[in-house]
T-cell receptor, first 114, second 113 residues
């Protein structure tokens, strides 16, 4: 079956511009996660959505970052006024409802801020 | 704050040899995950360890979890070139309702012929 998909696969933007990254989780998965992977910081948790519950935003690095999940499926991660330190690979993952379930990762979006 | 450390960070080994990657974490958790990442690719789930003493094996890889020692190991038996990749362990933060994973630094494994 189809896995987690993300778009775009690559995004190059200028400092100060806003970007939107999209994630389509595996059908039927109620939990959705965003992580980012950078050379300096490794893999970091950003935000978590579970069903209709309030998202866990504890990993968002600044108020320039926001995410939403519409209809319990597709999620969009928005970065406003991008900075060079935002350059990273942004990974989305989904899992079935239960807390112990493994997370299935998408291919990622490589963001480069010039 | 939960911290996850892996060692070694880099491992070069010959085909046919055995080796172990270690994952230590700083606070109580009884859920640990191992992932593999090939260059330019995303993360592939290898093992999910959900209790103290859990041991799982798949092919030449075997993972174990000791929650009392806060230690997980990934043992490689008779390595082959196809196992070359970066391996990450990740620990559930524990408590609450979020399966928020804290990742280790990763171990880059290079298997030489």
């Amino acid at each position: 079956g189809a896995g987690v998909s993300q778009s775009p696969s690559n995004k190059v933007t200028e400092k100060g511009k806003d970007v939107e990254l999209r994630c389509d989780p595996i059908s039927g998965h109620t939990a959705l996660y965003w992580y980012r992977q950078s050379l300096g910081q490794g893999l970091e948790f950003l935000i978590y959505f579970q069903g209709n519950s309030a998202p866990d935003k504890s990993g968002l690095p600044s108020d320039r970052f926001s995410a939403e999940r519409t209809g319990g499926s597709v999620s969009t991660l928005t970065i406003q006024r991008t900075q060079q330190e935002d350059s990273a690979v942004y990974l989305c993952a989904s899992s079935p409802h239960y807390r112990d379930d493994e997370q299935f990762f998408g291919p990622g979006t490589r963001l480069t801020v010039l | 704050e939960l911290k996850v450390e892996q060692n070694p960070l880099f491992l070069s080994m010959q085909e046919g040899k055995n080796y172990t990657i270690y994952c230590n974490y700083s606070t109580t958790s009884d859920r640990l995950y191992w992932y593999r990442q090939d260059p330019g690719k995303s993360l592939e789930s290898l093992f999910v360890l959900l209790s103290n003493g859990a041991v799982k094996q798949e092919g030449r890889l075997m993972a174990s979890l000791d929650t009392k020692a806060r230690l997980s190991t990934l043992h490689i038996t008779a390595a082959v070139h196809d196992l070359s990749a970066t391996y990450f362990c990740a620990v559930d933060r524990g408590g609450g309702a979020t399966n928020k994973l804290i990742f280790g630094t990763g171990t880059l494994l290079a298997v030489q012929p």
